[in-house]
């Protein structure tokens, strides 16, 4: 069975920093490129930062300078370092393991920044 579990995520205040973990089984972790996404209410689901097997990363232009995307795959586990956190980049976070066509989704953490 494939699972992805997520956590770290949290309140913080503006200007504050999160680390969140998705650690991936039931599936060659190695091989597949890992994402993270972020739905706010009533918004469209987006991309926040990637990372494929081979180490090649992307971020949305909002979060890049302050987010980080690495991956450890002797741990299976995927990271997003969040920095200089912003009230827009409240959200729930998603994340997400693709690999040719399977696609499997982790169950989303809410991230909060508010004062």
């Known amino acids: 069975q494939v699972q992805l579990v997520e956590s770290g995520g949290g309140l913080v205040q503006p200007g504050g920093s999160l680390r969140l973990s998705c650690a991936a089984s039931?599936?060659?972790?190695?091989?597949?490129?890992m994402g993270w996404y972020r739905q706010a209410p009533e918004r469209q689901r987006e991309l926040v930062a990637a990372i494929t097997s081979g180490g090649s990363t992307n971020y949305a232009d909002s979060v890049k300078g302050r987010f980080t995307i690495s991956r450890d795959n002797a741990k299976n586990t995927v990271y997003l370092q969040m920095n200089s956190l912003k009230p827009e980049d409240t959200a729930v976070y998603y994340c997400?393991?693709?690999?040719?066509?399977?696609?499997?989704w982790g169950q989303g953490t809410q991230v909060t920044v508010s004062s």
């Open positions: 039931g599936i060659p972790f190695s091989r597949y490129s």
């Open positions: 997400r393991a693709d690999f040719a066509l399977w696609t499997y």
